[in-house]
């Protein structure tokens, strides 16, 4: 019964008690906290409005020193501050956020209004002034030609910097521009000079990407045709135009997203940007930009079927035409070879697997000519497709190795050519006539009318019969007689069943002889020689001659006996009783 206790549902029930304790106990602690009153909230916007005032103070006398620092130095300096501004604006909005409060409290925040009023223009001056300093310094660095030049990795950072600055600078001008009009303030000029520098940029930014991408198009139409020292340079100048062209697409996002929120029309821009990132479903894209790059595409992918489409239409014509002609070219030269393998005078006339093989071979030689000349009237180039088809066909070869060995033992059935098709064979543990050859398999029609097709390598590998190989066969035959006949007599009935047979040839001549005494009979073998075609009709009509012959001239057939003997057993003996 303890162990009930630490139950899998309780072991989940403590935490979650655990955790509504602490949830009631924070709710308990945030409504026990004491709201600021009215003569706190003044109190703090008074601190905060003397801590902007020397901040702002420390910057100005920060900036007057500028002109003594290292030009190296610059960003670093700026960047400490635009740190220290960027603190200066997050107390100014909550000095916002105070003047809401007492108002809703409807306290007189006039001289504070008036205050914060007079922070944002001079915000607005100061960071329009840090922005021209900061084209100011961007022009520099790209009259240096820092990007032009590989290997200057300090100065492409300081590129890199200032372009970040800049973003932060921008969307710290567009905040600023929002405050003023959340307490009504006329900020027409702030928004015109934000809204021209932001066009400039995106401007610049756009062109910046579109001359990064025609470097690495550029650079990848080299790479096919440069030497292995020369395509290592490239690799790395397209590195370097990857990661500008990245970098600038980020920035580029930035300003378009400080567009739309200043209304301004960014589907050019929006384009570009799917261009280098290839992000359709980007927050910042216009679904006008998208369907103007469907556009494109479409008007782009017309005029090139206006210009090309009479030429494609003649390269398939082209293409048809000689596939067709190859064809029809193919299929006489294969009933060429045919003809002229059965004219042949040589063993090739009498090999139909042979003849199957030079006419398929030819046909499919004109057939691939053809194929690649089709292909070349395509505007495919064929150097590189017949080396793929090389590295395919390794491929194919390797995975169809059985096939392949198949391939090999045809092939040595082809050359040694021990059957034919129409010949009888015993092969492969198959016995039948055989009805079809090629490289890979034999079909073999059992005499039971059953088609066999066996893979070269079981014929090949095992012992081949031919049975119909040659012209003529000899036909065995056995005779049992009794012990009682006379030999020669029935020698000499057999020669005459044999001689009077048409169809069982002189040359070899016919063999007649007794072969074996066993116990019972006399045994004799009938060794007559008869063309293949007439080798069963011989045999059968032999047998039934031999048998109504000597059953007519009263030669009997033995039959297998056993001479039994019974020994009787001997007398009992006395002592078995």
């Avoid at 009237?377 to 096939?403: R, T």
């Avoid at 015993?426 to 066996?454: P, R, W, Y």
């Amino acid at each position: 019964m303890r162990n009930s206790y630490f139950s899998p549902i309780t072991l989940y029930l403590y935490p979650c008690v655990i955790l509504l304790l602490l949830f009631c106990s924070s709710l308990a602690a945030a409504e026990q906290k004491p709201v600021p009153t009215e003569s706190a909230l003044i109190i703090e916007s008074q601190e905060l409005l003397e801590e902007v005032e020397k901040m702002a103070e420390q910057s100005a006398m920060m900036k007057k020193s500028f002109s003594d620092i290292p030009e190296v130095d610059h960003i670093l300096f700026l960047e400490l501050i635009f740190s220290l501004e960027e603190s200066l604006r997050t107390k100014l909005d909550r000095l916002i956020s105070i003047q809401k409060q007492l108002e809703a409290e409807k306290a007189n925040t006039t001289r504070l209004q008036n205050q914060i009023k007079a922070t944002i223009t001079e915000q607005s001056k100061v960071i329009q002034e840090e922005v021209v300093s900061l084209i100011k310094i961007t022009k520099n660095l790209r009259e240096g030609g820092v990007q032009q030049t590989v290997g200057q990795d300090s100065g492409k950072l300081s590129l890199e910097r200032v372009r970040t600055e800049m973003d932060d600078l921008l969307q710290a001008w567009q905040k600023n521009i929002e405050r003023g009009v959340t307490l009504n303030m006329n900020v027409q000029d702030d928004n015109r000079r934000l809204n021209e520098i932001l066009q400039i940029r995106a401007l610049s930014q756009a062109g910046s990407i579109r001359l990064d991408l025609d470097h690495i198009k550029t650079l990848k139409n080299r790479m096919d045709n440069a030497t292995e020292e020369e395509q290592k340079k490239i690799e790395q100048q397209l590195r370097e135009f990857e990661l500008s062209k990245e970098a600038t697409a980020k920035s580029l996002e930035t300003t378009i997203s400080l567009m739309n929120k200043q209304g301004l029309e960014t589907t050019r821009f929006g384009q570009v940007l799917v261009i280098a990132t290839g992000e359709i479903l980007n927050e910042n894209v216009d679904t006008k930009a998208v369907i103007g790059l469907f556009q494109q595409l479409i008007n782009k992918s017309m005029r090139w079927l206006d210009e090309n489409l009479p030429l494609i239409i003649f390269r398939l014509i082209s293409f048809v035409l000689i596939l067709f002609v190859f064809s029809i070219l193919a299929g006489i030269l294969r009933r060429l070879v045919d003809r002229a393998a059965s004219l042949s005078k040589s063993d090739m006339a009498s090999s139909q697997l042979l003849k199957n093989f030079l006419g398929s071979i030819t046909s499919k030689i004109v057939m691939l000519i053809g194929i690649i000349i089709a292909l070349s009237q395509l505007g495919i180039e064929i150097g590189p497709l017949l080396a793929g088809m090389g590295v395919m066909g390794f491929v194919v070869g390797f995975a169809l190795q059985d096939s392949l060995s198949n391939f090999a033992s045809g092939i040595m059935i082809l050359v040694y050519r021990p059957f034919d098709v129409g010949d009888v064979v015993e092969a492969g543990g198959v016995m039948g006539k055989v009805n079809d050859m090629s490289l890979v398999t034999t079909t073999i029609l059992t005499f039971d009318n059953q088609e066999l097709v066996v893979p070269n390598t079981k014929i090949w590998g095992n012992i081949i019969r031919n049975v119909t190989s040659q012209d003529r066969r000899r036909i065995d035959l056995t005779a049992k007689v009794g012990h009682d006949v006379d030999i020669d007599r029935v020698e000499g009935i057999l020669t005459e069943i044999i001689a009077d047979d048409d169809r069982i040839l002189t040359d070899p001549p016919p063999l007649v002889r007794a072969h074996n005494i066993t116990d019972y009979a006399i045994e004799f073998v009938i060794r007559p020689w008869a063309l293949t075609e007439n080798y069963w009709p011989v045999y059968w009509d032999l047998t039934k001659a031999i048998r109504n012959r000597l059953d007519a001239e009263g030669i009997s057939f033995p039959h297998p006996k056993q001479d039994v003997f019974i020994q009787e057993s001997p007398e009992k003996r006395p002592d078995s009783e």
